[in-house]
């Protein structure tokens, strides 16, 4: 049995965290997302436009890679019940953890080969790496409850998000400055996607050798499939049961569709709804500087307001802490839809949305972590919070490009989202505060 006061698994299990959250900011959000739109739109197509084929069929530019990222979802829902299972089964968390983990990083090094010319096969690294970044996720969430009593869990939890934080920004950095520094930076751009690897899988092997390999002695008797699909079915049964744990899940669900629509949205809210006034020509969209001013901004303020929601939360609990951050993301969506207009204002957005998303996303984790009952089955609970997860980022981008296509304009969508963050906070309404929970068969 692992111990839960061993402060160096604790800290290692954190720097994770540090390792790869270089993914979600310089790939998903920053640089790469720019590099793919210079290259495949208008300016360098040979076409004039911004639509591509991609196996015959023209697909506009964005479009195509919101289905190769929604693709990379679809593989994760598929998998990680099943995947969850055999980790539990047999004490596998640490071999998926770091499949995924080299998963990822290796698609990350293969996006330096990125040809416009050749999508059908260029895309595919880009859908391996959200794959392998989304799939170690609910193996390394999964050892929160093994190696830290629950009174830990919400400052824990925020120190991985904040290291993050840390981590993605020195690395962002680094490619800024090469990018913007050298004599035709530009040219650099590639060598990002290979640092990105290196670090992810490099500061990896901080969290690897030190996290537990099958700390209950678990071996799967029989097929790995058949114990996995076992596994998964009956955690589900236990989810059903433990009520606290079901009305928190559903609440969470809810308000995740806001959450990760927003991430995912906001830079395309900035290109489309900011106007600005550039050596006397009135323009619409920000400037790549100010796009990165304002991703470093969230950043940054996400790592004090992870760790004050974590202090308010010791104090007042993890539900009111979360109803608190709903009701400030309602604020921010209602500025943002009423007010937002300049970079300025888009600034004060940013800061707004990087400190409660640093606090929501710590607390998410923690509390899930927090609420489980008495249970060795860690992976499979954590791949049923990783399938809502998922799928409310598929119908949270679904009902805003819905809402921005019928009313041909960005800013009406955003209400859907105030309803969403509104209706999971009635949800936590119902959430009991204690519960007397099932233990799990062993």
Request: charged share 15%; aromatic share 16%.
């Amino acid at each position: 049995m692992l111990s839960k006061t061993n402060e160096k698994v604790k800290k290692a299990w954190a720097f994770y965290d540090w390792a790869n959250s270089v993914y979600p900011l310089v790939i998903s959000t920053a640089i790469f997302p720019m590099f793919y739109e210079a290259v495949t739109g208008a300016e360098n197509n040979p076409s004039g436009t911004d639509h591509v084929l991609f196996w015959g069929i023209d697909f506009v530019n964005t479009e195509l890679y919101s289905y190769v990222i929604a693709v990379s979802f679809l593989f994760v829902i598929i998998l990680s019940p099943p995947l969850s299972g055999i980790a539990d089964a047999g004490g596998k968390k640490k071999f998926f953890l770091s499949l995924f983990c080299y998963l990822g990083a290796l698609a990350c090094a293969s996006l330096f080969f990125f040809d416009p010319m050749h999508l059908e096969w260029s895309m595919l690294p880009v859908m391996i790496a959200s794959l392998g970044y989304w799939g170690s996720i609910v193996f390394y969430n999964a050892f929160l409850p093994e190696i830290a009593p629950p009174e830990e869990h919400d400052r824990l939890s925020a120190r991985g998000f904040s290291m993050g934080y840390i981590g993605s920004v020195l690395l962002l950095t680094v490619n800024l400055g090469m990018i913007l520094g050298l004599e035709n930076g530009t040219d650099y751009i590639p060598w990002c996607f290979v640092m990105v690897a290196l670090w992810w899988a490099g500061f990896a092997q901080v969290t690897l050798r030190k996290l537990p390999d099958n700390p209950y002695a678990k071996k799967i008797q029989g097929s790995a499939w058949k114990a996995g699909f076992s596994e998964v079915k009956k955690v589900f049964h236990q989810v059903l049961q433990t009520r606290r744990l079901l009305r928190y899940l559903i609440a969470f669900f809810v308000f995740s569709m806001a959450v990760q629509t927003i991430m995912l949205m906001a830079q395309f809210f900035g290109m489309k709804e900011i106007h600005q006034v550039i050596d006397g020509v009135e323009k619409t969209g920000l400037t790549s500087a100010q796009f990165i001013i304002a991703i470093l901004l969230i950043q940054v303020i996400a790592i004090p307001g992870a760790f004050l929601f974590s202090r308010v939360s010791e104090k007042w609990g993890n539900i009111f802490t979360l109803k608190i951050a709903l009701f400030l993301w309602i604020g921010v969506c209602i500025f943002a839809y009423a007010i937002v207009d300049t970079p300025n204002e888009f600034y004060i957005a940013a800061a707004w949305i990087g400190f409660i998303m640093g606090g929501t996303q710590s607390l998410g984790r923690s509390t899930y972590s927090k609420f489980l009952p008495e249970t060795q089955d860690h992976a499979s609970f954590f791949s049923f919070y990783d399938i809502l997860e998922k799928a409310g980022i598929v119908i949270g981008m679904i009902s805003f490009g819905a809402i921005e296509g019928m009313s041909d304009n960005m800013r009406t969508p955003i209400l859907a989202l105030v309803l969403f963050f509104g209706v999971g906070m009635i949800l936590l309404f119902f959430v009991p505060n204690k519960e007397r929970t099932l233990k799990a068969e062993a």
